[in-house]
């Protein structure tokens, strides 16, 4: 039986790239709109891939059913799940394979996009040979999050885009960005609330008889988590150095205080999703943003991979198993990576797909000018751009955000300037200056959750201050901090299946002191002088995503939290820190968990600027006994009682 072999996108014949050199870039979704051809091929190849039958294995619906449902074979890869999987869709998600799985998988979208192109601009009446090499430059587009919360309005609001066609002229087309149409639904959704929703949707009111995206609402969302993104992705390419801790939210995974991509890459999929598509993995990859985000966590991992040259993937536990790969099996950089083919009878698994700019044809803006072959001079580089793009990147943001109604309006000048979609932040200084290594601590709360136990997506959010009564108010309160957001399956047979797994608990970070240092007006970082604010302030609450009945989130009572701290800014000199119980002692709970404090002993350059005054004198390592926590969204007034009424 003959399959679609990933081979990512071949090299154009005409135009060989030289010994060393990086094939053509992937480009940031906004760099890929101000160029007219490669944009205008583009949506042309989105829509080509909509238009093809359902039933075709280079269809959009075929390659986003990969992902989750309709859980079935692609491309022949396995006759039916295997025993001993807890999911029926091919991810690894919360395994050390989820960014090498996703990168062939991203790979076989840009080679169909990039076919339907080439042929597209064949077409061309006019300066046919100019639309052959845009095409023959074409990858799929990414989007830094980290740079840029929001999304432009060709991505998330725009009905219409304008591009050039094959007859020369300036057309407005349907914006394939904006959502894809089933066609038709498939019969696999009839179990889910999508079943009744003919598009892909952003942030929908599922209450209502027929529901649609709220982008001002999405927007929210996205802009309140700007600066734990931004923060997130800096200690991450610059702290973790092994590959569980990079690669997934496995408590504990290589000792780090960091989030992994994992863990970050769950956060934009429900801030985009809200009840949507983008909030399920199930069906999640159906909505066209899917690709944008998960082109950006192929990046981070390719920067970090430059960071870290002689570190790969290591084994680690199947979690939740997959279609093809039982919960049972251990895996390692040879493990398969089904169902991308890379011949007629064999997968890509992790080792081959390591050096993706040569077996996949594809790179990214930060490695055009290197030597990717002197791996030295490459860390190097992406060393010196990763301290100053991500560590100080807010310091470039305008000082006054664009508000969600201007995003949602299609004026021309909504659409010129994407920075302006970052909310306001209270400035970030310029990088430290070569002055004296000095010692401080940096306080990061630690999550601690089963993954299914709310029966669907959720968010654990932290605060320091009050919180709203309003839960709609929550993240855009003045004392939201940041979240841990779980992304997970609403398969409810799934999830139950999957509640009692040791391996479903999972972690995330996050990161105080930016807040601290807003808000508090103490004049250190000191534990003993910011224990007793975040005794007083730090507080927590569990927002679900969807409708889930009573009777299944009442068993996220096994959730447990607890809440780090780690060393300010350095990329080498990260301490040992110690779990610091008493900050949370005696607030309501009902499992046993634990609120801890990393406060390491760091040798570092001082914090910069505005926080210079903040440096502790020395640290201080507190302990106490595990405490019992739990946190209920308050919009299930019943659980709420309960809970409460339970609190010791």
């Known amino acids: 039986m003959s399959h679609i072999i990933v081979t990512g996108v071949p090299p154009n014949p005409s135009a060989p790239i030289p010994t060393g050199a990086a094939p053509p870039p992937r480009l940031e979704i906004n760099t890929l709109i101000t160029n007219t051809k490669q944009f205008s091929l583009y949506t042309q190849a989105l829509q080509r891939m909509y238009d093809t039958p359902q039933t075709k294995g280079d269809s959009h619906f075929q390659l986003g059913g990969i992902h989750g449902l309709p859980f079935q074979?692609?491309?022949?890869?396995?006759?039916?799940?295997?025993a001993g999987s807890f999911f029926g869709g091919y991810c690894t998600h919360g395994t050390v394979l989820f960014p090498t799985w996703h990168r062939p998988y991203m790979a076989i979208y840009e080679q169909i996009l990039h076919q339907h192109a080439v042929e597209i601009a064949a077409t061309y009446t006019a300066n046919t040979a100019a639309w052959i090499d845009a095409a023959q430059q074409l990858r799929m587009p990414y989007w830094d999050w980290a740079s840029t919360s929001v999304p432009p309005p060709e991505v998330i609001s725009m009905d219409h885009v304008t591009i050039i066609t094959p007859n020369g002229r300036l057309t407005?087309?349907?914006?394939?960005?904006?959502?894809?149409?089933?066609?038709?639904?498939?019969?696999?959704?009839?179990?889910?609330?999508?079943?009744?929703?003919?598009?892909?949707?952003?942030?929908?009111?599922?209450?209502?008889?027929?529901p649609h995206s709220n982008v001002t609402e999405m927007i929210t969302d996205l802009r309140s988590d700007q600066d734990h993104i931004r923060q997130s992705i800096h200690h991450l390419l610059t702290r973790v150095k092994t590959w569980p801790a990079f690669s997934n939210h496995t408590p504990g995974a290589g000792g780090s205080a960091s989030n992994s991509i994992g863990a970050i890459h769950d956060g934009i999929h429900l801030n985009v999703g809200g009840q949507g598509h983008m909030s399920d993995s199930a069906v999640a990859a159906f909505d066209p943003i899917f690709y944008l985000h998960h082109a950006n966590v192929?990046?981070?991992?390719?920067?970090?991979?430059?960071?870290?040259?002689?570190?790969?993937?290591?084994?680690?536990?199947?979690?939740?198993?997959?279609?093809?790969?039982?919960?049972?099996?251990?895996?390692?950089?040879?493990?398969?990576?089904?169902?991308?083919?890379?011949?007629?009878?064999?997968?890509?698994?992790?080792?081959?797909?390591?050096?993706?700019?040569?077996?996949?044809?594809?790179?990214?803006?930060?490695?055009?000018?290197?030597?990717?072959?002197?791996?030295?001079?490459?860390?190097?580089?992406?060393?010196?751009?990763?301290?100053?793009?991500?560590?100080?990147?807010?310091?470039?943001?305008?000082?006054?955000?664009?508000?969600?109604?201007?995003?949602?309006?299609?004026t021309p000048a909504t659409q010129a300037a994407p920075a302006a979609a970052m909310r306001a932040q209270a400035p970030v200084p310029a990088p430290p200056t070569d002055s004296a290594e000095a010692t401080f601590t940096d306080w990061t709360a630690r999550i601690h959750v089963n993954k299914y136990a709310a029966g669907c997506s959720f968010s654990v959010l932290i605060f320091l201050g009050p919180v709203p009564e309003d839960l709609a108010q929550w993240c855009t309160s003045e004392s939201y901090v940041g979240a841990q957001h779980v992304f997970t399956n609403s398969q409810a047979e799934q999830c139950e299946n999957c509640r009692n797994t040791a391996e479903a608990q999972i972690e995330g970070f996050v990161h105080l002191n930016n807040a601290i240092a807003a808000r508090s007006g103490l004049d250190s970082f000191d534990p003993e002088v910011v224990e007793p604010y975040l005794k007083e302030n730090l507080a927590w609450r569990i927002l679900k995503v969807g409708t889930v009945p009573a009777a299944n989130f009442q068993k996220s009572r096994r959730c447990k939290s607890s809440s780090s701290l780690h060393p300010w800014d350095s990329m080498k000199h990260a301490g040992t820190g110690r779990h610091c119980h008493e900050i949370t002692e005696g607030q309501p709970g009902d499992v046993a968990g634990s609120i801890s404090v990393f406060v390491p002993p760091v040798r570092s350059k001082p914090p910069p600027n505005n926080i210079q005054r903040m440096m502790p004198?020395?640290?201080?390592?507190?302990?106490?006994?595990?405490?019992?926590?739990?946190?209920?969204?308050?919009?299930?007034?019943?659980?709420?009682?309960?809970?409460?009424s339970k609190a010791p």
């Open 298 to 410: 192929d990046r981070i991992t390719a920067l970090w991979q430059a960071l870290n040259p002689n570190i790969w993937v290591t084994e680690g536990p199947g979690v939740s198993g997959t279609f093809t790969l039982p919960a049972s099996a251990l895996q390692n950089k040879d493990t398969d990576l089904p169902p991308f083919w890379n011949g007629a009878i064999s997968f890509w698994d992790s080792k081959d797909c390591r050096e993706y700019q040569t077996k996949l044809g594809y790179t990214y803006p930060e490695f055009i000018g290197l030597n990717i072959n002197d791996k030295s001079a490459v860390q190097a580089a992406i060393r010196a751009g990763t301290r100053h793009n991500f560590a100080f990147a807010a310091a470039a943001a305008p000082a006054v955000s664009a508000s969600a109604a201007e995003l949602v309006d299609e």
């Open 617 to 644: 004198r020395r640290t201080l390592t507190i302990k106490t006994d595990p405490l019992k926590l739990m946190s209920f969204d308050p919009s299930d007034k019943e659980l709420y009682d309960l809970w409460a």
């Open 73 to 82: 074979p692609w491309e022949g890869a396995g006759s039916g799940q295997v």
């Open 172 to 210: 407005p087309v349907s914006n394939p960005l904006l959502s894809y149409r089933f066609n038709p639904i498939d019969p696999s959704f009839a179990k889910a609330v999508y079943a009744r929703l003919p598009t892909t949707l952003r942030h929908p009111n599922l209450t209502l008889a027929s």
